[in-house]
């Protein structure tokens, strides 16, 4: 074979492979391919409700409008499984040394287990957290990990789609709508198989999607009273009995000088409105208060103003049920540790002296 045959072969052979790659191409991408796609095209701030349904229940989530200083609130109805007793002993057969202790007369109810207790119902409102939020973030837009296409029938059974547990229904501001089928997670954890309703191609979600919408106010409410980044506070005002001030952030853009001052003193930095700020933002609650019955008198006001017009009012309650306090926010109502509620109120007093 002269080199003139040898290179027209090898550029024939050459053309054909490019060929064939391309053919593939064109294939995988007409059935998904192993790409990311954007199934929901939003900004940051546009989500406004989450509808989903998982095997023991139904949460809906509202947002509020915007990125900056967002909320949540979550409306959960679910079955709770009851708490298992440690101290209860596991059904098994006593040994011979524990049978010869035990034994006596035999009667009626010997050998009847006690029943288990069981599931109840759970319906409950609360503020959501960072889990929830992460959730509405990850949907700004929602691009997907990779997109499988479509599978056979023994696979999509793995995937758990073939008959979905999950449910997601996603809106927009704008009025675009999103239904997902949720299936199983992938191997490792790294994601969720999931699919547009009526689609039958198949793609891999963030997980985030799932794990910040299944679970109650123990896991999903948002524990902190002041939800604001440091930079993002202008100021305060407070009130303590019949005693108040107004208090503006200085260098909030600057982590090492930053502090607060009086409003009427802006050069002059207060550590006792520094202390209020800290402890507020250190404030958690431990969860929701069961109902406005066994709370009394405000005993103190902290108004903070946010970048963005945005405001944050926290109120210290007092508790006629038991010893402590209570906070207010909004129209939530949550119990304090009495430590926090004690810190609070002498960081008040050395600030309104």
């Given at each position: ?55 023991k229940g139904r949460s809906s989530v509202s947002a509020s409008e915007g990125a900056a200083a967002r909320r949540a609130v979550v409306d ?190 802006a050069g002059t930095k207060s550590e006792p409105a520094d202390a209020v700020m800290k402890t507020l933002r250190d404030l958690r609650a ?68």
């Amino acid at each position: 074979m002269s080199a003139r045959t040898l290179l027209v072969h090898t550029m024939f052979a050459l053309a054909a492979m490019v060929s064939a790659w391309l053919l593939a191409h064109r294939v995988e991408e007409k059935k998904g391919g192993p790409t990311s796609v954007t199934l929901l095209d939003a900004s940051k701030g546009e989500v406004r409700t989450l509808e989903y349904t998982w095997p023991k229940g139904r949460s809906s989530v509202s947002a509020s409008e915007g990125a900056a200083a967002r909320r949540a609130v979550v409306d959960v109805d679910r079955t709770v499984e009851p708490k298992k007793d440690p101290k209860k002993k596991d059904d098994k057969k006593p040994d011979k040394k524990d049978a010869a202790a035990d034994a006596g007369p035999a009667s009626a109810d010997a050998g009847v287990a006690e029943p288990e207790p069981a599931p109840t119902r759970e319906q409950v409102k609360f503020p959501g957290g960072k889990t929830v939020l992460n959730a509405i973030e990850a949907l700004e837009p929602l691009r997907t990990r990779r997109t499988l296409g479509e599978v056979d029938a023994a696979r999509l059974k793995e995937m758990g789609l073939e008959r979905p547990e999950r449910t997601l229904i996603v809106t927009t501001a704008g009025g675009a709508k999103l239904t997902l089928e949720i299936g199983e997670s992938s191997y490792g954890g790294q994601g969720r198989y999931a699919r547009k309703q009526g689609d039958p191609t198949v793609h891999l979600v963030d997980a985030a999607l799932v794990t910040g919408l299944e679970g109650g106010p123990e896991t999903l409410m948002e524990k902190r009273v002041l939800v604001a980044e440091p930079e993002r506070v202008l100021g305060y005002t407070a009130r303590h009995g019949d005693k108040g001030g107004a208090f503006v952030h200085v260098d909030r853009g600057q982590s090492t000088t930053r502090h607060f001052s009086p409003k009427d003193d802006a050069g002059t930095k207060s550590e006792p409105a520094d202390a209020v700020m800290k402890t507020l933002r250190d404030l958690r609650a431990t969860k929701l208060a069961p109902g406005p019955q066994g709370a009394g008198s405000v005993v103190a006001t902290i108004a903070v103003e946010l970048e963005g017009g945005a405001r944050t009012t926290v109120e210290l309650v007092e508790r006629i049920d038991a010893a402590g306090h209570l906070v207010k926010l909004d129209s939530w109502l949550f119990e304090v540790s009495e430590t926090q509620g004690k810190e609070l109120l002498e960081d008040l007093d050395a600030l309104l002296p």
